[in-house]
């Protein structure tokens, strides 16, 4: 039976087991969304293309599933392009399909033609351009094979009107794609798992670093397995947060430009640094040249790229995380590494009596202290989506993430707006979960269209504005290295709570720390989306602080409310 | 250090772009890049010529490897290897110089393959190293126009060509200590 090329599309999706796609259409895609209607697809439509890849990501990172977004040709494709750097940075699985003009009208600058596989090639794990119906299922599965195999990442397929519009036989067993595997074969100079058993088994104060990669490669039990069987601590990353429970005694938090002190002092005297899917961004390591002196270092990471690319590594395993971690267990000794544990219980210092929680609140309303509250009044149960910020630092510092994927946040490319796109991706992709965004009043409002988009799809997806009235991080780096001139960073905004109710969602403002329970719990309570605005503290600033370039342990600290130490 | 890659794309469209692509993004310069088909149909064979360190080259390695498209890379910098290129050098000689230029041709074992009244175009293939030998020894007789394929390379006997592995060696951001190594 023929099929025409839009069907073909479906179809094939349908067989990659999608069920839900985020888009908005155009000219150049109209043919795939007129057959879109044959399928069992849910269509969420977006109202900004930005959106649906954010909604995509979102879908993807709160699921493990690959998120799909499709556009039209020209500005449709181009709006895209900042969801899809996003994911290409936190590596997250999209499929992104956009029309295209007809093959016959590429190259003369058509209305709404644009070259986007060439503006995508760099921020694209692979892209196809498809000119003939026959050629769209073996692009679409492997564009779904690309996006899920190795590193995860963003794929892009742009379909010409023509292909869309063209009919052809498909024969699905041919169409199946071969991937040459990058990562199979051992190559020269590739750490053996007995090097890295042995550094292992001989280190005293070896500190595991999990990142992102624990989750993607589901190695959750197995680091867990390591981590309790040598008695080693783990910090974590922005996005290896969830990877490892919150409340699990050997984990010590998050590291890096605003990790827990201890946690960076840590690894500035660890004998052993245990990387595990996670690449040293500048923002974990602070300088390099003083980054973990003392250390040496086992990296793992299943893109061979990122071995020894910002920090020179002892034993480079380019691997599966979770492959290497059962290859690696029977092998590892126990130790109960008393005096390692009991250094960094010491270095843990006064940071309790500076934490901003064990603070009254004096009247003032903290951002800290909002998230605090909302972690425990959703018994840390909820799938929490921040933007990019103050607020983005203080959720991963207060709010405990228990499960995996149970935190989605744009942590390489730092976009801000994706927080309400992609929590109404997580919504779609785990509808029985709770979520909640978290986000500043600035990101808020680079993407605040798409509440309409939770209304059209009515969806029970809260919304926490943390509203300081400035672009918060922006002003906190004015304010310690710019002499606190304030450069375009103070905001006039709307009133968020009327404009949610414009849109039909229940809203509240929140002034005071004694308000805060009582919002959340009836944002909780409707089955429907609520917004909160929480007007916080203007000038307040997120502590510890690495600054940019500096030493790890050199942190700028909450000034103390008792007593300076004498380790400041 | 020049490093030698033969790089196997499948023959598809945009291919040679997405190469390109990588080395622009990762801020290698490319010396000379050369492409053809290869005794497998679908299968192009590049050879690309890079400037780089032992770190950036295993590092490039890594890269290519990522690319859908790549089916194999070979590092053939230290293998022993026949490389090659072509050149076609267009030189204005008339007269006597005329016979000087044809009997360095000779000496270099090079062709002439289009006689005008005012130029000779002539045809070498050698290592780069020759060709700019009989450049310079024919620049005083007026090059007017040349060409050059750039380099192709084989590895000699069956001997297989090496893959470096893990970016090894010092990485460039290693060097650190300053803020303006340091991304914001």
Request: glycine letters at 8%.
């Amino acid at each position: 039976m023929k099929l025409t090329g839009a069907q073909i599309l479906w179809e094939a999706m349908v067989r990659e087991g999608v069920t839900d796609i985020f888009g908005y259409p155009g000219g150049a895609i109209l043919p795939a969304y007129d057959a879109m209607l044959g399928y069992p697809i849910r269509h969420i439509l977006v109202r900004h293309e930005q959106g649906a890849t954010h909604m995509a990501d979102g879908y993807a990172r709160a699921s493990g599933r690959v998120g799909v977004a499709i556009a039209t040709s020209g500005p449709g494709a181009t709006n895209m392009v900042t969801g899809i750097a996003t994911a290409m940075m936190d590596s997250s699985p999209i499929v992104c399909i956009t029309g295209q003009v007809g093959s016959k009208l590429i190259g003369s600058d058509a209305f709404q033609e644009t070259d986007i596989t060439g503006i995508t090639l760099p921020i694209t794990k692979h892209n196809y351009l498809v000119t003939r119906a026959e050629d769209v299922a073996p692009a679409v599965l492997e564009a779904f094979a690309v996006a899920k195999s190795g590193r995860p990442g963003p794929v892009l397929v742009d379909i010409t009107k023509d292909a869309q519009q063209g009919s052809c036989e498909v024969d699905w067993a041919a169409a199946e794609p071969h991937l040459t595997e990058a990562y199979d074969d051992a190559l020269p100079g590739d750490g053996d798992y007995r090097e890295a058993v042995e550094l292992i088994n001989a280190a005293e104060r070896p500190l595991i670093l999990a990142g992102h990669g624990v989750m993607l490669s589901g190695a959750e039990r197995e680091i867990l397995a390591l981590a309790e069987q040598a008695n080693i601590p783990i910090a974590v990353t922005l996005l290896g947060i969830g990877g490892v429970a919150a409340s699990h005694p050997l984990n010590l938090g998050m590291m890096g430009m605003h990790g827990e002190a201890w946690v960076n002092h840590a690894i500035q005297e660890a004998d052993l640094l245990i990387a595990l899917g996670m690449r040293f961004d500048d923002r974990v390591t602070g300088n390099l040249k003083t980054y973990a002196p003392t250390a040496r270092k086992i990296h793992v990471d299943i893109d061979r790229a990122e071995l020894n690319k910002n920090v020179r590594v002892d034993v480079a395993i380019a691997k599966d995380l979770r492959s290497a971690l059962v290859e690696w267990l029977p092998h590892v000794t126990r130790r109960d590494r008393v005096e390692w544990h009991g250094r960094i219980d010491a270095l843990k210092g006064d940071s309790a009596v500076r934490d901003i929680q064990q603070l009254p609140d004096d009247g003032h309303l903290y951002a800290a202290h909002v998230i605090n509250d909302l972690w425990r009044l959703t018994e840390g149960n909820a799938i929490v989506v921040t933007d990019v910020g103050q607020h983005q630092m203080w959720e991963a510092q207060y709010y405990k993430h228990e499960r995996p994927r149970s935190l989605v946040t744009s942590g390489g490319l730092g976009t801000m707006g994706f927080a309400l796109p992609a929590a109404i991706g997580a919504k779609i992709a785990c509808p029985d979960s709770e979520v909640w965004v978290v986000v500043g009043d600035g990101g808020f409002q680079m993407t605040m269209a798409e509440l309409a988009t939770v209304a059209q799809e009515q969806l029970d997806v809260n919304i926490a504005i943390i509203n300081n009235g400035y672009l918060g991080m922006v002003r906190q780096w004015q304010e310690f290295f710019y002499g606190k001139r304030y450069a375009a960073t103070p905001l006039m905004n709307p009133d968020f709570a009327k404009l949610a109710e414009a849109f039909g969602i229940a809203a509240t403002t929140v002034t005071k720390r004694s308000d805060v329970a009582d919002a959340v719990h009836a944002a909780r309570r409707v089955k429907r989306a609520a917004l909160i605005d929480f007007k916080v503290e203007q000038e307040d600033s997120v502590y510890p602080m690495v600054p940019a370039g500096a030493d790890l342990h050199k942190m700028i600290r909450r000034p103390s409310p008792i007593v300076e130490t004498a380790a400041d | 250090m020049v490093h030698t890659f033969a790089v196997y794309v499948e023959n598809k469209p945009g291919v040679l772009n997405r190469v390109a692509s990588l080395f622009r993004r990762r801020a290698f310069n490319i010396e000379s890049l050369t492409v053809g088909h290869t005794e497998t149909p679908g299968l192009s064979r590049m050879t690309v010529v890079v400037d780089t360190d032992e770190y950036g080259a295993r590092r490039l390695e890594a890269h290519l490897h990522k690319l859908v498209p790549v089916r194999r890379v070979d590092n053939i910098t230290t293998t022993p290897s026949i490389t090659r290129d072509l050149a076609l050098i267009k030189v204005a000689a008339t007269g006597d110089a005329r016979t000087h230029v044809m009997q360095l041709v000779d000496v270099y074992r090079a062709r002439i393959v289009d006689v005008s009244p005012e130029s000779l175009v002539i045809e070498t293939t050698g290592t780069e190293d020759k060709i700019d030998s009989l450049v310079e020894v024919l620049r005083p007789y007026g090059v007017v126009e040349m060409v050059r394929t750039g380099r192709v390379a084989m590895a000699r006997g069956l001997t297989p060509a090496t893959r470096l592995g893990v970016p090894r060696g010092v990485p460039p951001a290693d060097i650190g200590g300053d803020v303006s190594n340091c991304s914001v």
